[in-house]
């Protein structure tokens, strides 16, 4: 279930909003900074909350 109180929702409404923003923010931090930030984002369609799913498609970004 995801947390529903107003700090959380200002987050993002799903999990892949909160994700984003989360990104974003990360990036506007580094660039504000004048660092480099050494994280991608990458969408995997179609898993949804499906855990096997998921890390099988995070295999080739995470031990690569």
Known sequence: SMPTFPE???QG???LER???YYQT???EA???N???NWELHTV???GHDEGGM???SVKWLFV
């Open 45 to 47: 369609p179609g898993i």
């Open 26 to 28: 990360a990036k506007a």
């Open 8 to 10: 959380a929702e200002a």
């Open 55 to 57: 890390a099988a498609a």
């Open 35 to 37: 660092v480099t930030l």
């Open 13 to 15: 409404k799903t999990r």
């Open 19 to 21: 994700a984003e923003n």
């Open 31 to 33: 660039d504000d900074l």
